[in-house]
């Protein structure tokens, strides 16, 4: 029997990923527009780093424009151990150091971990009776004894696809039994999951960031606006247009993308990552907060606009009053013509 740990961590860099392009391995039952319709990845080369007294390699890849992909395998003797979160653990500091050398950060980023095993003649289900416990502290990385409820709310959220294979999903990693080890495209479709979560919160911040600074326009009174020279009221105008078709035009990418992964087996195990990861309430919160700016859009245009509509009414009152200082002026002149 094989055991294996991987583990990812996906992060925010502030330096566009580029590299070669690979696309992702062929998913059981997955539709024929699966490898077109899914984000890709770009090879981005490999580190070296000795943990234990072990080499274990870490693969860089990336998700343009800005996302990077730290992955780590290894064999393990022992997947059903507490000590495997002791490795995990000194494998996620190693994986974060390289994002922090890149320029991410740990706010901005997702990890992630996939206990795999395989080479096995019996049900799966017999591992997971007989290893419950450590199963689900494994999933949920903690080190003490969960409760049973806990435990048995964890083994849940699961997935058959053959007699002898089951994937069990949770929040930070996931344990995949199959007795051929064919492992990788479901971790590339539970590596999609985290990706779409990020994704989401990226947008998420970048929307408040918008909100903020486009809702600074509204607290001028529109009477004032007119005051504001033409560079800084098309200046402003032109911010807020950018950040509400931005924001809309991003959130559709991260629509589509989640509606072509599929029917079959994929789109069953993604859909069972998503409920995990809770990606159905950060869309509805960042469809809220499109619809704030979408106000705040209106209120800005309709200020834009009274302030053009007082300023041609004070030209009119200016002009007004300059016609009338010629009239006087001219009657004046032609007071003392007639007088001298």
């Known amino acids: 029997m094989k055991h294996q740990l991987t583990t990812i961590v996906l992060g925010e860099v502030p330096k566009a990923v580029r590299g070669e392009i690979f696309p992702p391995h062929a998913v059981k039952k997955a539709p024929?527009?699966?490898?077109?319709?899914?984000?890709?990845?770009?090879?981005?080369?490999?580190?070296?780093?000795?943990?234990?007294?072990?080499?274990?390699?870490?693969?860089?890849?990336?998700?343009?424009?800005?996302?990077?992909?730290?992955?780590?395998?290894?064999?393990v003797p022992n997947i059903f151990s507490s000590q495997?979160?002791?490795?995990?653990?000194?494998?996620?500091?190693?994986?974060?150091?390289?994002?922090?050398?890149?320029?991410?950060?740990?706010?901005?980023?997702?990890?992630?971990?996939?206990?795999?095993?395989?080479?096995?003649?019996?049900?799966?289900?017999?591992?997971?009776?007989?290893?419950?416990?450590?199963?689900?502290?494994?999933?949920?990385?903690?080190?003490?004894?969960?409760?049973?409820?806990?435990?048995?709310?964890?083994?849940?959220?699961?997935?058959?696809?053959?007699?002898?294979?089951?994937?069990?999903?949770?929040?930070?990693?996931a344990f995949l039994f199959d007795p051929k080890g064919d492992h990788e495209s479901?971790?590339?479709?539970?590596?999609?999951?985290n990706l779409q979560l990020l994704r989401h919160r990226i947008l998420d911040r970048q929307l408040d960031e918008r909100l903020a600074k486009t809702a600074k326009l509204t607290r001028v009174p529109s009477r004032k606006l007119f005051l504001f020279k033409n560079k800084e009221l098309s200046e402003g105008l032109r911010e807020v247009i950018k950040n509400r078709t931005t924001s809309i035009s991003e959130f559709q990418v991260l629509e589509r993308e989640i509606k072509l992964i599929g029917d079959w087996y994929s789109a069953r195990l993604y859909d069972l990552a998503t409920k995990k990861f809770k990606l159905a309430e950060w869309r509805i919160s960042i469809k809220d907060k499109l619809e704030s700016l979408e106000d705040i859009f209106s209120i800005v245009a309709e200020n834009f606009s009274v302030s053009g509509k007082e300023r041609v009414e004070w030209v009119q009152i200016i002009g007004f009053f300059i016609l009338q200082i010629g009239w006087f002026l001219l009657i004046v002149l032609e007071f003392f013509y007639f007088t001298r």
């Open 186 to 193: 479901s971790i590339e479709l539970l590596v999609l999951a």
């Open 32 to 75: 024929h527009y699966f490898e077109k319709s899914v984000p890709h990845q770009l090879a981005l080369g490999q580190e070296k780093v000795n943990i234990g007294g072990k080499e274990i390699i870490f693969q860089l890849k990336g998700y343009p424009p800005d996302i990077l992909l730290i992955q780590a395998s290894l064999d």
């Open 84 to 173: 495997i979160l002791d490795l995990e653990d000194k494998i996620f500091a190693e994986s974060y150091k390289i994002l922090k050398d890149r320029g991410g950060s740990e706010a901005w980023s997702e990890m992630y971990s996939f206990f795999a095993v395989s080479e096995y003649e019996t049900d799966p289900e017999h591992f997971v009776k007989e290893h419950a416990s450590i199963i689900a502290s494994l999933l949920k990385s903690e080190k003490f004894k969960l409760d049973e409820k806990e435990v048995e709310y964890t083994l849940q959220t699961q997935i058959k696809y053959a007699n002898n294979d089951l994937t069990i999903v949770d929040w930070d990693g």
